[in-house]
């Protein structure tokens, strides 16, 4: 089970690595892709929060689970954006904002911390319930080029070498490992703790659809974009159809 936990982490980790090759090597690629990725991600990721993931909260973690769900809300949005000055995803385009080398280490060090709570969020929903963590998987990979873009562009803007931006892409690789593995350590815990962790995952994927994806969303001038977050609903509809008899899960 860990081994099979362990490669989904690997995908997810290569996919930010692609993210962060395509910015360094500067490969002609449709910019509209990341947009699109990103409203996809929103969309699926906060169907998964609202459909599944709060309600197994509160099966997992009864009357705390709330409590647990707001921890990984506000968790994230100290990482991200009270001790971050600027961050969002997608290619920064801000070199004027961009120009300390300061505020690049301090964003990498926000996407870092993201990038563990992606992999914790991915190993402890495959932990608690493989289908679920299966989703979980999805919604992370949705955003992983473009977070990968995120770093590598950040680090490019703040005039650090191309090696770094691509040395940093693959250390936001491994913060996505570090996450995966991290869930290992639980595993002579009491099983209330991993309810916990459970709905702490809720607030945190809360967090990255409707506070890291949405306002990139918001931000477009492509007004197809907002139209493609109902897509990530349906994408997410579509996947319990497909997925849920292929794992034998009933609701
Ligand atoms: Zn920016
Ligand atoms: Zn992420």
Redesign the pocket.
Known sequence: MEATIVLYGIVAALAELLGGSLVVLRKQWPKQVQEYLLALGAGFILALVFLELIPESLKAAGSYAPLYILLGYAVLHFFEHTIVG?L?FGE???PE??VSRIASISTFVGLFIHAFFDGFAISVGMRYDFYLGLLIFFAVLLHKIPEGLTIASVMLAAAHRRRTAFLASAAIGVATMLGIVSVFLLTDIDESIVGAAFAFTAGVATYVGASDLIPEINHSRNRIIPLLVFGGMLLFYGGTVLLGPMVGHAH
């Open positions: 600027h969002h920064e385009t801000h904002v961009m």
